[in-house]
């Protein structure tokens, strides 16, 4: 440990780090613990990490965790360009998380998974982006069909007014 924290003083601050630009991603984060993530798979995390780190080095390997997070890209999702952004009917408050909403269009929408961009899950409904050619018939797939006990709308998205 010792040796750990001297190589890490000795290092010193890398040229391309700002603590600023961490705020935004550490808000992310937050954000996606508090409102997109399963709780009981958080937990199975949890507890794997609580067993193999170390107490005393917790916090380095979650500051390590963070930086190569930066060096790869930021997170699973990605913008699809010529994406379309798509209602679905059911959301946070009946147990959904986006692996389940990836599931459902890759399964029954029949969208190859590489066509799936952002998701963003709200209570009671969330926005999924399709690529272009697959959202017409993942619409015409999925729309009126049962999920956990509700029939799903399923539709293009409206804009917002003032957008």
């Known amino acids: 440990m010792t040796i750990f ?5 000795v290092m010193g601050k890398p040229d391309n780090f700002n603590s600023d630009d961490l705020k935004p991603v550490i808000e992310n984060l937050i954000d996606q613990v508090k409102n997109q993530e399963d709780p009981d798979v958080l937990n199975a995390y949890k507890k ?3 067993k ?21 890209r ?10 379309k952004s798509i209602f679905v009917s059911i ?4 147990k959904v998380f986006p692996k389940d909403l990836v599931h459902l269009f890759v399964n029954t929408g029949k969208v190859e998974r590489e066509n799936i961009g952002d998701i963003k899950i709200l209570d009671n409904y969330s926005f999924i ?12 797939n999925l729309d009126g069909i049962d999920y956990r006990g509700r029939k799903l ?11």
Do not use: C, H
């Not at 917790?58 to 190569?68: I, N, P």
């Not at 930021?74 to 010529?82: E, K, S, V």
């Not at 959301?91 to 009946?94: F, H, K, L, W």
């Open 74 to 83: 930021g997170g699973n999702r990605r913008t699809i360009a010529d994406g």
């Open 129 to 140: 982006t399709i690529g272009s050619p697959a959202a017409e018939s993942a619409i015409d």
């Open 91 to 94: 959301g946070r408050n009946r």
């Open 48 to 50: 794997a990490f609580k």
């Open 52 to 72: 193999q780190v170390p107490f005393a080095l917790r916090s380095w390997v979650a500051a390590y965790m963070l930086k190569e997070m930066g060096n790869k």
């Open 153 to 163: 709308t399923v539709n293009f998205a409206k804009k917002k007014e003032g957008s």
């Open 5 to 9: 924290l001297q190589e890490t003083s």
